[in-house]
């Protein structure tokens, strides 16, 4: 299991959650702040931190929503990945 960021960050990017990452797993694209699946540790540290309550664990994002959990692998094997957050 991992974390997903969702739409709700879409245009806000807090950052509350990358203050509290312990492995820096979240990084920042264009539009929204995202999660690597493959370094994220599954502590659930981010979610509670989230002010616009877009972060959900893997398997319990909403119907709705389901697209962001393949855009969040999809946008780490792009050719333009997103990089490190400004702190």
Not at 13 to 34: S, T
């Amino acid at each position: 299991m991992t974390y997903v960021i969702t739409e709700a960050c879409i245009g806000v990017k807090d950052r509350a959650c990358v203050d509290v990452c312990p492995v820096d797993c979240i990084y920042e694209g264009e539009d929204q702040l995202y999660i690597h699946p493959d370094e994220c540790i599954d502590c659930g540290a981010c979610e509670p931190e989230c002010p616009v309550t877009a972060i959900y664990p893997e398997e319990d994002v909403p119907p709705a929503m389901q697209a962001y959990t393949a855009k969040n692998r999809e946008v780490f094997e792009s050719d333009t990945p997103p990089g490190r957050p400004q702190k």
